[in-house]
């Protein structure tokens, strides 16, 4: 097979299929993140620290695995994906824009997540 049907994952199904897993465990995480807030919010209990920096960690962990999804798809579509006519040109630089946002930022969301896990005191971001 050509360099264009076989890269870093394999065939292009299989890339595919890659991509589709990675957009599976972001929705996992961003109605994960949905639940727990609807259920604490019925149930009138205020979020901890520890809970608001989890959130974050994982809507941030979600958008990366959007960004990571997209960017499997740009490869497999090549320049055509920048066409105005597709899609995926629509769609690139939207959710790269939103996920370098200061509340999408994975970076800071894990520092703040792993500070939050191992008790070291401190807030790095008043975004959590």
Request: net charge neutral.
């Amino acid at each position: 097979m050509g360099q264009f049907t076989e890269c870093r994952y394999g065939s292009i199904r299989a890339q595919l299929q890659v991509s589709e897993l990675k957009l599976q465990t972001a929705t996992l995480h961003a109605y994960g993140v949905a639940e727990e807030l609807d259920r604490s919010a019925a149930e009138g209990r205020q979020l901890s620290y520890a809970d608001r920096a989890r959130f974050k960690a994982m809507c941030c962990y979600a958008a990366q695995h959007v960004i990571d999804a997209i960017h499997v798809l740009m490869n497999l579509y090549g320049t055509d994906s920048f066409a105005e006519s597709c899609p995926m040109q629509r769609c690139w630089p939207d959710a790269n824009t939103a996920a370098r946002h200061a509340g999408l930022n994975v970076g800071v969301a894990l520092e703040v997540f792993g500070k939050s896990l191992f008790g070291v005191p401190g807030q790095i971001t008043p975004l959590v």
